[in-house]
């Protein structure tokens, strides 16, 4: 089935990538709490607007956001969200 949001060809490319359903749309955050939620969309947005957010820069939105930086990093990694490189560098977002 397809969400409302994908259309037929985002699904089909999706698919093919291998990302399964559950990680498509609105369910790729599911795991995440309120304030991860909002660091993520955070980092989607200063792609757009900015290019790729600093290390620095997302260690400064969790802590508004109250979270603890570290963790939240290795949240969002394991979600397959956002990946820092060795120097703790937002590569992939």
């Known amino acids: 089935m397809i969400s409302a949001d994908l259309s037929a060809a985002v699904a089909e490319a999706l698919a093919a990538a291998g990302i399964p359903p559950e990680r498509w749309g609105s369910a790729r955050t599911d795991g995440l709490t309120d304030a991860e939620r909002q660091l993520y969309r955070w980092v989607l947005?200063?792609?757009?607007?900015?290019?790729?957010?600093?290390?620095e820069d997302?260690?400064?939105q969790?802590?508004?956001?109250?979270?603890?930086?570290?963790?939240?990093?290795?949240?969002?990694?394991?979600?397959d969200l956002v990946h820092l490189d060795d120097e703790g560098e937002v590569v992939v977002g």
Do not use: I, N, P, Y
């Not at 947005?45 to 290390?55: L, N």
């Not at 969790?62 to 949240?75: I, M, N, P, R």
């Open 45 to 55: 947005q200063h792609f757009v607007e900015q290019g790729r957010a600093s290390g």
């Open 62 to 79: 969790a802590c508004k956001h109250g979270l603890d930086s570290a963790t939240t990093a290795d949240v969002l990694a394991r979600e």
């Open 58 to 60: 997302l260690r400064v």
